[in-house]
Structure formats: C-alpha cells, structure tokens
C-alpha cells in the first residue's frame, strides 16, 4: 500500500518533444521529494514512451503510465493529488474533471489573467480544483519553474525545506548504452580518420516552423558554410529526417556533412548526446541538448525566451533573441547570429582543450 498516490494529467494537447522534455523536472521533483509514493502519468501522445523506451529507466520518474485513450485502466482509479500540467485548455479540464481524487490542482493561464470574460467562463471548468497563480514574471525558466510550482502545492512545507537539496543535473534523459554507442560510431565514420576536434549538430528545423521565428534553410546553410571555412577543424552536421521532404544537396566544404534520423526519438537523443555543441532554432532538439548539458546556441522569439530557454540543468546555453520585427533587418539578424556563432565555437573549442589539460570545464566568465 502506497502512502500516496500522485496522478499526474500529462501533455494532452501539446504532442511535441519540447514539451515532454521540461516535465522532466517535475517528475524528478516529486520521485525525490515522495519516494515512497506511486507516481502515475496520464498522456494521449507515445512520445514520452519513445524518449523512456526502456522501463527501468521510466520508473526513474514515473511508476506507471496511462494513456488517455485506455480508459478503462484509469476511470475508476483514484489519487491523493491530481497535477494538472496543461493549464489553459478546457478539454483538459473537462478530463480533469472526470477523474477522482481528492486535490486538484492547476496553474491559472496567465491569458485567464487579463481577460474578465475569458475567465468567467473559465471557472466553470475548474469547479473543485484547486488553482494558484504563477509567479512567471519572476521565473527565467518558466515553463519548467511552472511545473515545479505544482509539486510545491502538494505540500509546501515539504517543498520548501528540501527543494534546495535536489540536483537537477541528476533529472537527466537516459539514453541506452547500445544506442548511445551505434550514434558515436555513426559520428566517428562521418569524423573521417578523427580529423575533426570538434563535431557541431545544426537543427534548422522545427514542427511549428511556420509560426516560429526563423531563418529559412538557404540562410543556415549560408550561415554554416561562413562557420566551416573559419572553423576547418570543425565538423558540422545538418541533422534531417524523413518528415522535412528537403533533400540537401551535398556540400563542397568537407567539414559540413548530413545526418538523416530515422531511428525515431531514442536514436535522435544518442546522436545529441554525442555531439560537442547544437546551433538550432527554438524546437524538442534544444530541450534534449541542453538536458544533456551540450553546449547549446539557439535562435528563439523574446516572447518566449524566459518560458522555453535553456540553461536550467546548469549547462553552458546560450540564446539569440529575435524581436518581433525581426525580419524589417533580416540581414542584421543573419550577420549578429553569425557573429554569435563564431564566439559559441571559439568558447566550446577552448574548453574541450582546457578540460583535457585539466579535467573540468571553465566557466564563461573564466573564459572572458
């Protein structure tokens, strides 16, 4: 018999990486802070069992996982505290609703904030859950800081007293050693003959690329084929996969290759786990680079840069932050990431050498 029984009501709406990987705060939180508890998951989308395949290394954050569509091993159930992670949705309160447990709680949307209408109409949905307001004004992680607020609400003595004690860098994404070893071959034939001292991952794509701020692809090449010539020691690799229908054409420059991914979500997590750095746009490849501490430079909206930014895990992360009329001076914003770029490799490429002399990393303000 479990002392508690904790339900957590999962990405339901939401079916993307990035999404899955800033939970993972969250049920590292609770697993530390409630060891003997029984820690249920309820998701609609497979991708978390595709980034957890194995289930040893599942029960590491959660003892069980429903899936929504499977109601008859969940209706009848019920829990001590129910965490609604999805907090402006009304589906999901509606599912929330229907499900027994004795505390509910969730976030107010910060949208529900500034509209009297919208919120009125929201209450309905949220009769018998218990909602707190989230300080994201205040957060520089607020996505993952917001999760963690749900676990405070369980008991905040609890979580006061201890949280200092957790370290995050633990709440890794585990990444099977027979995988892990296939992806660092695959890098070691792509690093002919170890010429490289470097191996650099470029993730120009996204699912929700066309309301994202982005360079088009031509302009990363360009941006890419500026960086090999500068840095020939260096290897860069596009990473692609089936899904994009773009075909690259090869490239002249030997230091800049093209990994195709089609070995789903584990396989993509070895092959970032292997690399020595990431320049990408703001997408799940970020989430599960910067969970693995590889230095990472990303190109994202200042909208939402506090709210999905990386650096949480404590690794170097740096951002490029675009301005909503970023594309009035496109070729401004190609020249400064540029600039950025070559100041991220110089940094990354002097502390491999720093930390084979030495065995630890500087820090950036060492550096400088």
């Known amino acids: ?103 509910k709680i969730v976030t107010l949307s910060q949208s529900l904030l500034f509209s009297r209408q919208v919120f009125l109409y929201f209450t309905r949905y949220l009769r018998g859950i218990k909602t707190f307001i989230n300080p994201y004004w205040l957060q520089g992680h607020s996505e993952i800081e917001r999760n963690l607020n749900l676990v405070r609400q369980i008991n905040r003595e609890v979580f006061d007293k201890r949280y200092s004690t957790l370290d995050f860098s633990l709440a890794k994404l585990p990444v099977l050693e027979a995988t892990f070893e296939k992806n660092r071959s695959l890098l070691a034939s792509l690093n002919e003959k170890g010429r490289y001292s470097l191996v650099v991952g470029i993730f120009p794509f996204a699912k929700n690329v066309t309301t994202k701020v982005n360079f088009t692809i031509n302009e990363w090449k360009f941006l890419v084929q500026s960086l090999s010539q500068e840095f020939s020691e260096v290897l860069f690799v596009f990473v692609n996969y089936p899904s ?53 430079l990303e190109v994202i909206a200042k909208k939402v840069s506090k709210q999905w930014g990386g650096g949480f895990y404590g690794g170097y992360f740096q951002q490029y932050i675009m301005p909503s009329n970023w594309h009035e001076e496109k070729s401004k914003h190609l020249e400064s990431f540029l600039q950025k770029a070559r100041a991220f490799i110089a940094y990354i490429q002097d502390n491999k050498k720093y930390k084979g002399q030495n065995g630890a990393l500087k820090s950036f303000k060492d550096w400088l």
């Open 1 to 103: 018999m479990y002392p508690l029984n904790i339900l957590i009501l999962g990405n339901i709406i939401r079916e993307r990486i990035g999404d899955e990987m800033v939970c993972i705060p969250m049920y590292y939180a609770i697993k530390s802070l409630y060891p003997y508890a029984k820690i249920s998951l309820l998701i609609k989308s497979q991708i978390f069992l595709e980034l957890l395949k194995d289930e040893k290394q599942r029960k590491l954050y959660v003892d069980e996982v429903l899936l929504l569509q499977e109601k008859q091993k969940w209706q009848n159930l019920c829990f001590d505290f129910l965490l609604i992670v999805e907090h402006n949705d009304f589906e999901v309160l509606k599912i929330a609703q229907v499900i027994q447990a004795k505390s």
């Open 244 to 296: 994009t229908q773009y075909d690259f054409a090869p490239f002249i420059e030997k230091n800049i290759q093209v990994f195709y991914n089609q070995q789903g979500l584990e396989g993509l997590a070895a092959f970032i786990h292997s690399l020595d750095g990431v320049l990408g746009v703001d997408s799940g490849h970020i989430h599960i680079a910067d969970n693995a501490c590889i230095s990472t």
